[in-house]
């Protein structure tokens, strides 16, 4: 084979390479495009429902299918509340701090020290 048949060559290949990438780029942009469509189709249909705040949790029965199906075929199996978990209230609670400019003990029982340098935050004086 001389150079000029092995260049031709390559050049063939590299053209038939080029070519079927794109034709795989379109392809793909084809399936891209259905799957933005059917997905605004889809955000319309949850909007028309009002689906979210307010909506109607899904059965207990159904929950348990599903994470049925996910973990026969080893998905991960988010546990999420029940919807009498969701809609109880949830007890707050409420430690008061006084605010003031005196230095309070830290962890260790011991009050931090006290010194003149200013990039030093664990100063008394800067931290309180």
Same mark, same amino acid.
């Given at each position: 084979m001389s150079a000029t048949d092995v260049?031709?060559? %390559?050049r063939a290949? *590299?053209?038939?390479?080029? =070519?079927?990438?794109a034709r795989a780029s379109g392809e793909i942009g084809e399936r891209?495009?259905?799957l933005r469509e059917r997905t605004r189709e889809l955000a319309a249909q949850a909007r028309e429902r009002k689906v979210g705040p307010g909506a109607q949790? =899904?059965?207990?029965? *159904?929950?348990?299918?599903?994470?049925? %199906?996910?973990?026969?075929?080893?998905?991960? *199996?988010?546990? *999420?509340?029940s919807a009498?978990?969701?809609t109880a209230p949830v007890p707050v609670e =409420?430690?008061?701090v006084t605010l003031g400019s005196s230095a309070v003990a830290g962890p260790s029982g011991q009050l931090p020290r006290v010194s003149d340098d200013d990039e030093d935050f664990s100063?008394?004086?800067?931290?309180?």
């Open positions: 260049l031709a060559r %390559f290949e *590299v053209g038939a390479a080029v =070519t079927r990438a891209n495009a259905k949790a =899904t059965s207990g029965e *159904v929950q348990e299918t599903a994470a049925g %199906f996910r973990a026969d075929r080893g998905l991960a *199996v988010e546990q *999420v509340p009498a978990e969701l =409420t430690e008061w100063q008394s004086r800067i931290l309180y």
